[in-house]
């Protein structure tokens, strides 16, 4: 038997986020950051939270983790952007603005190393202090369209 659970406008009001830590970045200002991490071989450390620390269990085994962050210093009111490598308006949805209406962020880091809580990452656009909602394996195997 398949269940389905349908969204209806309304009936969900809230959705509770607990950060698992937060970045420690040399970018301190919106305009410091890289609009992708990936362009950059800037450094950053993800500061995992004590209470997390067993879900790092054998993440030193991965290259590459997904990192997603609460932007917390968007603009959460903006629906259409125009891309600095297209003039053209388009909705968020249709693009990587940090400003939207949820303003999550993934991002593909190579994991440099792990010590203790804290993971040295390299391509990771966040501010310092941003919130980490979460961190998930890269596998090319699943990540990878084919």
Known sequence: MQCRRHYREGSITNVDLNPIGYVSSPYKKKEDAPRQGRLTDTEAEIVIDERYLPGLFRVEEKKHLFVLCWFDRSDR??????????????????????????????????????????????????????????????????????
């Open 77 to 146: 009111t903006v629906l259409r952007v125009t891309p600095p490598h297209k003039p053209v308006e388009h909705g968020v949805f249709a693009t990587r603005s940090p400003n939207r209406p949820n303003p999550i962020s993934l991002s593909l880091v190579d994991v440099i190393n792990i010590t203790g809580g804290t993971i040295r990452v390299r391509g990771l656009e966040a501010l310092d202090g941003t919130p980490v909602l979460d961190i998930k394996p890269y596998s090319e195997e699943i990540d990878c369209p084919k």
